[in-house]
């Protein structure tokens, strides 16, 4: 009977799974999602982490909350200034995903976002590349969008200490004080020198070639492609 009651359970929440997953992808879409974008708006970008994940939790401390970290910037930037939100695409995967996502992400989080001003939420088959390009600024717990931003010229604030972290053009976001905010403020209006840039990215990968280690990890696991 054991046996048979859990067999019925993890039925039971795989279904519940799978149907959550789908529901959820298409009301994200079609109801909370702008059906266009507008690239020459000035916006920050924020890129939502998947859940459950380290890099969120325990990683993003008091912001594993990712709304409570889109509230602080709104509260730190001009209300003119847009915020367009993208869902992480594994949130809505269903093959080889993790059972423990149906309790995670529900549509509370995508209702409370469209309560904030200038906040919108972007589909998903949005290339990343193209939100990055145009943003002020990439926003994220710490995912590698944040990485990419730095890359292609862009200032990066993440709310927990990534590999990246350290480098110049990124801030590191622990607390949501008065100061914080300012920070956060100053940051966006900071301006970059490209040509300076491009020296510390490759003073920065320089330095970090000494502390990697190659190896092939996990080489037969299909991973959905992350962005």
């Not at 594993?64 to 992480?88: G, M, P, T």
């Not at 004080?177 to 900071?190: A, D, E, G, R, V």
Request: glycine content about 4%.
């Amino acid at each position: 009977f054991v046996k048979t009651n859990y067999r019925f359970t993890e039925i039971k929440l795989l279904t519940l799974f799978i149907f959550k997953k789908i529901f959820n992808k298409f009301l994200y879409n079609f109801y909370f999602s702008s059906k266009k974008i507008k690239f020459n708006k000035k916006y920050i970008y924020f890129s939502l982490g998947y859940e459950p994940e380290g890099t969120n939790c325990p990683t993003g401390g008091i912001f594993q909350d990712q709304l409570k970290a889109i509230k602080l910037i709104r509260k730190s930037i001009n209300d003119e200034i847009f915020i367009y939100v993208k869902e992480h695409p594994s949130q809505f995967h269903i093959k080889d995903m993790p059972l423990d996502g149906y309790f995670y992400k529900n549509l509370s989080l995508y209702k409370n976002l469209q309560k904030i001003k200038n906040v919108i939420m972007v589909k998903t088959n949005t290339k990343s590349e193209d939100l990055i390009e145009n943003a002020e600024v990439t926003c994220t717990i710490s995912s590698t969008a944040g990485w990419e931003s730095l890359m292609v010229g862009k200032k990066s604030l993440i709310f927990s200490y990534a590999w990246y972290s350290y480098h110049k053009n990124c801030l590191v976001v622990r607390d949501g004080s008065n100061l914080t905010q300012k920070k956060i403020k100053n940051f966006i209006n900071k301006k970059i020198n490209l040509k300076e840039l491009h020296k510390d990215n490759k003073k920065f990968i320089n330095n970090l070639a000494n502390k990697f280690l190659l190896g092939d990890f996990w080489p037969k696991l299909y991973s959905p492609k992350n962005l």
